[in-house]
């Protein structure tokens, strides 16, 4: 492949808080590094439909502040396939962009290796799920925000929780991973997390009521990852069933917690990461993500950033069941 002329850039999976201030960072250092850049609409979908559009550093302008992604995005079961890819990599050759930055997940980034790989084509990732589930970044692109989120739901949930001496299971996002479930957890002062990392082998339920949690606590709150099995309306109805003196409720903060202006910390990740792409790009790098490891930008092979079992430091568990006696 010659010299890179035209960087496209898509936005994939899931929207975070954040993706907005990626793509501008993308579109703007490319710009300052003389590349063209192209937008592409709908993420995987619209790379294979050739939803395509060549951005200026206007396109970006007053995004930095908006949550969501101003090119959309699409969960796109075709581009898990080798047809798929080949029809995306066909409207890259015909609209000229050589080489892609896609902003997103697990799976988009697993999409992005496995494109990279079968057409020799240099793609860059950058970490944007508010579920923090990517290895080799201390944080992912959206995820502060959403613990902010969370954290000033939880605290009017607090309100009435404490008012009417009641338990609430409060839901929060996730996919497989407990990290906005367990941080939100000390950031609310909660009186326990219950997340998917700890349900193999303990029956977390058992072990918080167990802990005698009324004995000191009119009130308390329980946060909850989600799952298609043991949500919070699970746990809910258990406590119902094993514990009728309690008055127990639930609150799911479903898609409330995606949206909203990406915080401080979100908007530098994004612009360090996104202006790190470019710069992987220049390196002849290809087929690696762009994290922030203490402070430092690094770039992590697809291969280890998509690992499956990310976990959360296991002490910080000990810190809740600690502080929340
Ligand atoms: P979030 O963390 O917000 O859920 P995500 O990127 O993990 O974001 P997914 O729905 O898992 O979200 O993936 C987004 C898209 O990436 C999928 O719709 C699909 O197009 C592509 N993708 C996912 N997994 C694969 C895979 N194994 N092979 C190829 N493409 C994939």
Same mark, same amino acid.
């Given at each position: 492949?010659?010299?890179?002329?035209?960087?496209?850039?898509?936005?994939?999976?899931?929207?975070?808080? %954040?993706?907005?201030? +990626?793509?501008?960072?993308?579109? @703007?250092? /490319? *710009?300052?590094?003389?590349?063209? $850049?192209? !937008?592409?609409?709908?993420?995987?979908?619209?790379?294979?439909?050739?939803?395509?559009?060549?951005?200026?550093?206007?396109?970006?302008?007053?995004?930095?502040?908006?949550?969501?992604?101003?090119?959309?995005?699409?969960?796109?079961?075709?581009?898990?396939?080798?047809? %798929?890819?080949?029809? +995306?990599?066909?409207?890259?050759? @015909?609209? /000229? *962009?050589?080489?892609?930055?896609? $902003?997103? !997940?697990?799976?988009?980034?697993?999409?992005?290796?496995?494109?990279?790989?079968?057409?020799?084509?240099?793609?860059?990732?950058?970490?944007?799920?508010?579920?923090?589930?990517?290895?080799?970044?201390?944080?992912?692109?959206?995820?502060?925000?959403?613990?902010?989120?969370?954290?000033?739901?939880?605290?009017?949930?607090?309100?009435?929780?404490?008012?009417?001496?009641?338990?609430?299971?409060?839901?929060?996002?996730?996919?497989?991973?407990?990290?906005?479930?367990?941080?939100?957890?000390?950031?609310?002062?909660?009186?326990?997390?219950?997340?998917?990392?700890?349900?193999?082998?303990?029956?977390?339920?058992?072990?918080?009521?167990?802990?005698?949690?009324?004995?000191?606590?009119?009130?308390?709150?329980?946060?909850?990852?989600?799952?298609?099995?043991?949500?919070?309306?699970?746990?809910?109805?258990?406590?119902?069933?094993?514990?009728?003196?309690?008055?127990?409720?639930?609150?799911?903060?479903?898609?409330?917690?995606?949206?909203?202006?990406?915080?401080?910390?979100?908007?530098?990740?994004?612009?360090?990461?996104?202006?790190?792409?470019?710069?992987?790009?220049?390196?002849?790098?290809?087929?690696?993500?762009?994290?922030?490891?203490?402070?430092?930008?690094?770039?992590?092979?697809?291969?280890?950033?998509?690992?499956?079992?990310?976990?959360?430091?296991?002490?910080?568990?000990?810190?809740?069941?600690?502080?929340?006696?």
């Amino acid at each position: 492949m010659g010299k890179i002329q035209c960087i496209g850039i898509l936005t994939s999976g899931g929207d975070a808080p %954040g993706m907005n201030a +990626a793509i501008r960072a993308v579109t @703007r250092a /490319g *710009i300052s590094n003389g590349f063209n $850049i192209m !937008g592409v609409y709908r993420g995987y979908e619209g790379l294979i439909k050739g939803e395509v559009k060549p951005f200026t550093t206007e396109d970006v302008s007053g995004i930095i502040t908006r949550g969501g992604t101003i090119l959309k995005t699409a969960r796109c079961k075709e581009f898990t396939t080798p047809e %798929g890819r080949q029809k +995306a990599f066909e409207t890259c050759q @015909r609209v /000229g *962009i050589d080489a892609l930055v896609v $902003i997103g !997940g697990n799976g988009s980034l697993t999409g992005a290796r496995d494109f990279g790989m079968e057409f020799d084509f240099p793609v860059i990732g950058l970490p944007g799920t508010i579920d923090n589930d990517l290895y080799g970044t201390d944080a992912t692109i959206g995820y502060d925000t959403t613990m902010n989120t969370i954290m000033e739901c939880v605290d009017r949930i607090r309100d009435t929780a404490n008012s009417h001496e009641r338990i609430f299971f409060v839901e929060v996002m996730g996919r497989d991973a407990g990290f906005l479930a367990q941080n939100c957890a000390i950031a609310c002062g909660a009186e326990a997390a219950i997340v998917p990392e700890e349900t193999t082998d303990v029956d977390q339920l058992a072990q918080f009521m167990g802990r005698g949690i009324r004995k000191s606590k009119k009130s308390c709150i329980v946060i909850v990852s989600e799952s298609p099995k043991c949500g919070a309306l699970y746990y809910a109805d258990r406590v119902k069933k094993e514990f009728p003196e309690f008055d127990v409720r639930v609150s799911i903060l479903g898609h409330l917690q995606r949206g909203g202006s990406p915080s401080a910390h979100d908007r530098i990740l994004a612009s360090c990461t996104g202006a790190g792409a470019i710069e992987a790009i220049k390196q002849g790098q290809r087929n690696v993500m762009v994290g922030i490891r203490n402070n430092e930008v690094v770039y992590v092979p697809f291969s280890e950033c998509i690992r499956t079992d990310k976990r959360f430091d296991k002490r910080l568990i000990t810190v809740l069941n600690e502080l929340s006696i």
